[in-house]
């Protein structure tokens, strides 16, 4: 069985791949696109991101499940939220779903957002460190390593397995 990651960031390839270490699959990366804008700006956007990433991972992959993992933000009253959610595509079944842990950006982070700029180039002048999006992510640096954006995809990929699993196994008891 073939599992194809739509992203060559390693920060999400990591999850991937530990997400399915129990299993025998051969895991690829493939650049796929997200077909939304490159910074999502909410909930919605992000989600559509990540399902449309694991649709064309899985073709451009020729693989039995693509994976898409996809950053954004999404505005609420207690400040702009960091978002992530994580799509699983496989033969024969509807995309699933599922969103990661996430925290408040601060105040001068959240205002060059809004006003059109992207996250990965914001986080690295922040920190004065290069990369952080495919390191310990923005949220490692306003968790103080607490938790990486590996562990978080991680958290967001075993999500999807155990509903994989979980649909696969009712199926197989009901025919
Ligand atoms: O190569 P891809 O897979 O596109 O990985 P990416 O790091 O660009 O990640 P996303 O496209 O999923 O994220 C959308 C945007 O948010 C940024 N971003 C998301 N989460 C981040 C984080 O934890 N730290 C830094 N930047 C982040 C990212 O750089 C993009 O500008
Ligand atoms: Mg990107």
Redesign the pocket.
Known sequence: MRVAV????P??INAVKEAFKEYQYEIISVDAE?GVS???MSDEETIK?AVN?AIQAAELGDAEIGIG????VQQTPYGLM?C?WGALAAKGMDPIISGGARIPLPDEIAQQLLMGA????V?DEYAKKQN???NE?????FTNGQIN?SE?FTHVMKLLVGQYEYETSRNQKTV
């Open positions: 739509g992203s060559k960031n920060a999400k997200s490159e910074q999502p991101g990433r993992l996809e950053g954004g960091l992530n992207e996250l990965g180039p986080m952080v999006r495919k992510g923005a949220v490692g640096i954006r978080m």
